[in-house]
């Protein structure tokens, strides 16, 4: 058994059938962003590995989320 990595586990804002925006919570792919700098207007960030899971994106076991 495993669980998804709550650490980069992320909520993805979509569109629900009804039309209307709901968000809709993806398992982690490992890596988690990183917020570096807001430039202008802009926000920055890079893109490194997740701690929680070592950049696998699962937990081993079932973990509850912390
Ligand atoms: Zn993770």
Redo the contacts with the bound molecule.
Sequence with gaps: MKTA?H??RADVPTIGPDGRPRKRQVA?D?S?AEHVATVGGYTAVVEKK?D??DGT?WLDGFVPPC
Excluded: P, S, Y
Aim: charge should be neutral.
């Design positions: 990595c650490g980069c982690g490992g988690v997740c929680v899971c994106g």
